[in-house]
Structures are given as structure tokens and as C-alpha cells.
């Protein structure tokens, strides 16, 4: 009886890493369904001079994200040695999204004319709210971890785990408040690419901050199940040490599938020939 509890709540755990998944699947159609707007826009020199412009700057800082990965490699290979080995992807993969992070919160603003008076858009127009509050769970929940695991962990790690997660959540914040008070185009053919790039920016910045919550939380969690789990030997206890492996392990799932969505993700908006002709 007991392992097959034990089995159904490894199963039920993992229903949230489903229901994410569906949720950023369902948000992909978004981003397909702005693109396809903006195919029906005439291309004209300053649209196509304005999105060129963005690209760049979001290429610029994504290096610079680079660097800071590779940098981050270089320090974790002075300091440890050899057995920072395991280190270098995750710190490498963390410059990167510090690099999107970055881009999408200080990119420029569009310089198309602006509506006058000032109209700003709604957040249910640029991103579900589902998955904006997913991530700021995901946020919330890394942190607890590493406060609740603080005596276990040593200060370095204690302080990545504190320090990634909610530097992603900061910038993920400011670019979202950005987009969300920047006002709308005056009208024509500005509106359906600003759309695009303000659906762009959100998914980008809540799928980056996501990431670097969920990842670092399920290896607390998958770390804490193993600690936990020498300690404990009554059966009914003995589950608290699965429901640790069901969460941490679901948690890294999401993580990956989500890390997953952003990297189909990051080509900016594009405008090619109209649509219809």
C-alpha cells in the first residue's frame, strides 16, 4: 500500500509540469498569431529601419550575456579547478538569460509616433496572466527552498540560489513594466509590430525569469529529498522524501521544457513581403 501512495503522489506532482507545459504551448500560438499579423503590414523603409534597430540591440546585449557566461566559466575554473566541471553549463546557460533578461528591459523605444492622448495596452494583451504569476510563484518557491535549506548549503551556493533567481525576476519585472506603460502607436501600420514586439518582450522575460526559478529550485528539492531521506525510516514518513524526488523532479522538467520554448524563440519580430499582394 504504501509504495503504491507513494506512486500516485509522484504522479500527482507532476501534473503541474504538464499543465505548464500546455500553458507555454498555448502561448506559442500567441506569438504565431502577432507574427502572422505583422505579415499583413506593407513593408515600409522606417518599419523595416525601426525592427532592425531592435534586433540589434537584442543581439548586442545577448553577447554581452555570452561573456558574462564565459567569464563566469573562467572564475569557476579559477577558484575550483577541476571540480567545477559540472558547473560550467549551468553557469554558461545563466549568462545567457541574464543576456535576454537584459536586452528586452533595456531595449529602446519604439520610434514610431504615439497615440495622442496616451493609450497603453492591458498585460492579458501581451501574455497570459497564468503564466506571468506561474513565474513569480516559481520565484517565491525558489527562494523559500534555499532559505529552508540555508544550513545545509554552503554560502556561495546559498547565495546563487538566492542571488539568480531573483536577479531574473527584477529584470523580467522592469521589462514588463516598460512594455506595459509604454503608450500605444498613434494607428496605421505600427499598431499590429508594436504589438508583436511588446508579445515578444513578455514571453521572452517571463520564460527566461521562469527558468532560472525552476531549475535551481528542483535541485534543492532533489537535494533535499536525498538528505532528508537517511534520516527518516517509518513508512509514513518515508513519503515525505518521494514527494521531495515528485516535486524537484517536475520542477526540473518544467524548467527544461520551458528553456526548451524560449530558445525557439529568441529570432526577432521579422517583416517580410505582405500576406496578400
Request: glycine share 10%; proline share 6%.
Amino acid at each position: 500500500m504504501g509504495r503504491l501512495i507513494a506512486v500516485v503522489l509522484f504522479i500527482a506532482l507532476m501534473a503541474p509540469a504538464a499543465l505548464l507545459v500546455r500553458g507555454w504551448a498555448h502561448a506559442g500560438g500567441r506569438r504565431a498569431v502577432a507574427a502572422a499579423a505583422v505579415a499583413f503590414v506593407p513593408v515600409s523603409a522606417g518599419t523595416a529601419a525601426e525592427l532592425q534597430r531592435q534586433a540589434a540591440h537584442g543581439r548586442r546585449l545577448r553577447r554581452l550575456g555570452l561573456l558574462l557566461g564565459l567569464t563566469g566559466v573562467i572564475a569557476s575554473l579559477a577558484v575550483l579547478g577541476e571540480a567545477s566541471v559540472f558547473l560550467w553549463v549551468p553557469v554558461l546557460g545563466v549568462g545567457l538569460l541574464i543576456g535576454v533578461l537584459l536586452a528586452e528591459a533595456t531595449r529602446p523605444r519604439p520610434r514610431w509616433p504615439h497615440a495622442t492622448p496616451a493609450r497603453r495596452p492591458h498585460r492579458g494583451d501581451q501574455i497570459s496572466p497564468w503564466l506571468l504569476w506561474t513565474m513569480r510563484g516559481a520565484v517565491a518557491g525558489a527562494v523559500v527552498t534555499a532559505v529552508l535549506l540555508r544550513d545545509d548549503l554552503a554560502d556561495p551556493v546559498l547565495a546563487a540560489a538566492l542571488a539568480v533567481p531573483l536577479a531574473g525576476w527584477l529584470l523580467a519585472e522592469v521589462a514588463l513594466l516598460r512594455v506595459l506603460v509604454r503608450s500605444l502607436p498613434a494607428g496605421g501600420a505600427d499598431v499590429p509590430v508594436d504589438e508583436a514586439e511588446r508579445t515578444w518582450t513578455a514571453h521572452l522575460v517571463v520564460a527566461a525569469a521562469s527558468v532560472l526559478a525552476l531549475l535551481p529550485a528542483g535541485v534543492l528539492l532533489l537535494r533535499a529529498a536525498i538528505d532528508l531521506d537517511d534520516r527518516i525510516t517509518s513508512t509514513a514518513g518515508g513519503l515525505v522524501p518521494v514527494a521531495l524526488v515528485a516535486g524537484g523532479f517536475s520542477t526540473l522538467v518544467a524548467g527544461l521544457a520551458v528553456a526548451g520554448f524560449l530558445v525557439t524563440w529568441l529570432r526577432p519580430v521579422q517583416q517580410r513581403s505582405p500576406a496578400l499582394t
